[in-house]
């Protein structure tokens, strides 16, 4: 019987050291990331002088990762103009924007968190008589943003993005998910 409890107790030291050492060497757990670590996606509404109203969607990556104790975003954005035309006549505008902002650091107590930036623009437009051939062009080019996000994680911007030949003024509002 003395050898039975022996063998036993053996044998639950030897199964229950690997699973209690492997406890041992595991990492503590992450703690959870807060909102302005996770990507966040939304919603947003352009003015233009030149292509009037506008609706698109946005994406905010934070970059710490990648540049530890810096405060980067990458903000990629696709947008849809309704450019106003003589009748007669179908005109289109789109942008794709790929943008890094730098985050300002701001007492924590303040609830505007302001940014600045700049990134690359496509720009494509067409236009022509309604039911005919149209002409189109792509053109690339540079953006120069800046603004504020508010603690409810609104974006307001005014981003200046400038094409090849001429500078365009937007206005970009939009609201985070």
Known sequence: MRQLIG???????????????????????????????????????????????????????????????????GIVSFDYFFPSVPSGVSAHYWEINGNVAYRFTVPAR??????????LNIAHASAGPSGGTSVSETKAGLNLLGGTTCLGGGRNSNEHQGGTERARRHHVQGEGL
Do not use: C, H, M
């Open 7 to 73: 063998s036993v107790l053996l044998l639950a030291a030897v199964g229950l050291a690997p699973a209690e050492l492997a406890a041992q060497r595991r990492p503590a757990a992450r703690p959870a990331a807060s909102r302005a670590d996770r990507p966040s996606f939304g919603l947003q509404l352009n003015w233009s002088s030149d292509v009037d109203f506008g609706i698109g969607g946005r994406g905010v990556f934070p970059l710490e990762s990648l540049f530890p104790k810096t405060p980067l975003d």
């Open 110 to 119: 303040s609830s505007f968190r302001p940014y600045a930036g700049g990134g």
